[in-house]
């Protein structure tokens, strides 16, 4: 089934994928991307990435002594991940400081039978960072599907029309986004000046509209702090520098909302809000890919963009449930946007109110299928 098209040229799906091309054609498009959209790259899902960090022969016993004891606060919980495990040693890391600040004497957390204090909290942190960093960068990956989306967007569906730019937002950490472009030759933007070594320099986010934008919302593999530096620079792995330096990786789902009122992630999600929400007379699709709908503050960003839009915003969800669910459903129920909603799911396409279901596994969610779609395969 995974490679096999015919289901979309049939009579109940050939109009609908022709509307969905159509659509992604349109002169504003941005894109969601998350990491069911790399697995096909060889990149694991975040449980999957959850089990090798667990697992991650460098990480210092402490470290990894820690993490045991915060994965049991969360027993009974399904599918916690490696986020949850961060977002609480960052919690913990700020009652610490709090307490520092305030001139407190019990300085330490106390976690199973371990008592902590804040350095030792952020060494552990920076050390799962680094886990996590090398469970992804030191794979061998296959950006062959990424270079045939960005095809399409870049080239098949702007056949004989006007250049157009096109806004990536990506909750993943890996640079297949980025590579992609790189490979097909399209003009991109992610707030960096400078080439595979760069610094943080948001300015590069204002261009004419004509070129490709990323957004990494949960930062980058090749992001770190360089020394007192407060902003990320973007330094290839393996190179020696005079100052040390500390990956700025995972922003786990607890502390999302604190790094969203600092740079760089201030300036993200200010673009991201303009971009979601076009001004009068313009209209914008965006597209959603590889995301389950699991980050509160991401769902936030688009539900006040759906309605402040005022219609102008229309959401393409390519989803992997058989129907809506969880905010999906939620939108689609709601009289005042229920119609800028379009998910393609695996039993049917649904639209506001009208919906088309299948007994037959529609694959389109699939990132490899949803490309060669875009790029006109059938």
Not at 59 to 76: A, Q
Request: charged share 25%.
């Amino acid at each position: 089934m995974a490679d096999n098209l015919t289901i979309f040229s049939s009579p109940e799906l050939k109009d609908v994928v022709q509307d969905m091309r159509e659509l992604l054609s349109q002169s504003r498009l941005a894109f969601l991307i998350g990491a069911g959209c790399s697995k096909n790259a060889g990149l694991p899902l975040m449980l999957e990435l959850t089990n090798e960090v667990m697992e991650y022969k460098k990480i210092s016993e402490k470290t990894k002594k820690l993490l045991d004891e915060v994965r049991k606060l969360f027993s009974g919980a399904d599918d916690a991940t490696i986020e949850d495990f961060m977002s609480e040693i960052v919690d913990l890391l700020s009652i610490a400081e709090r307490r520092t600040q305030r001139g407190a004497t019990l300085l330490k957390i106390t976690v199973g039978d371990q008592n902590i204090n804040s350095e030792e909290l952020q060494h552990a942190l920076d050390d799962i960072k680094q886990a996590v960093s090398s469970s992804i960068g030191d794979k061998e990956v296959d950006a062959t599907t990424h270079q045939k989306f960005i095809r399409a967007i870049h080239s098949s569906l702007q056949a004989g029309k006007i250049s157009r730019g096109v806004d990536y937002f990506v909750l993943n950490y890996d640079t297949l986004i980025e590579d992609a472009l790189g490979l097909e030759q399209v003009v991109y933007f992610d707030g960096f000046t400078g080439a595979a070594t760069g610094w943080w320099n948001p300015n590069t986010f204002k261009t004419n509209g004509k070129v490709a934008r990323v957004f990494k919302i949960h930062g980058s593999i090749d992001w770190c702090l360089l020394g007192d530096d407060s902003l990320p620079r973007r330094i290839r792995s393996g190179i020696k520098t005079e100052f040390a330096k500390s990956h700025v990786l995972i922003y786990p789902a607890a502390t999302k909302y604190q790094e969203t009122q600092r740079d760089p992630f201030a300036q993200m999600l200010i673009h991201m809000r303009q971009s979601l929400c076009p001004n009068e007379g313009k209209e914008m699709v965006l597209a959603i890919c590889g995301y389950s709908f699991g980050d509160s503050h991401i769902d936030l960003e688009i539900e006040n963009a759906l309605h402040q839009s005022e219609g102008r915003l229309t959401i393409a969800a390519f989803v992997e449930t058989d129907e809506p669910e969880g905010k999906l459903k939620e939108w689609l129920t709601h009289s005042a946007i229920s119609e800028q909603i379009r998910v393609y799911a695996k039993k049917g396409f649904f639209h506001g109110d009208k919906k088309l279901e299948l007994v037959d596994e529609i694959p389109w969610w699939k990132f490899e299928i949803l490309a060669k779609l875009l790029g006109g395969e059938r």
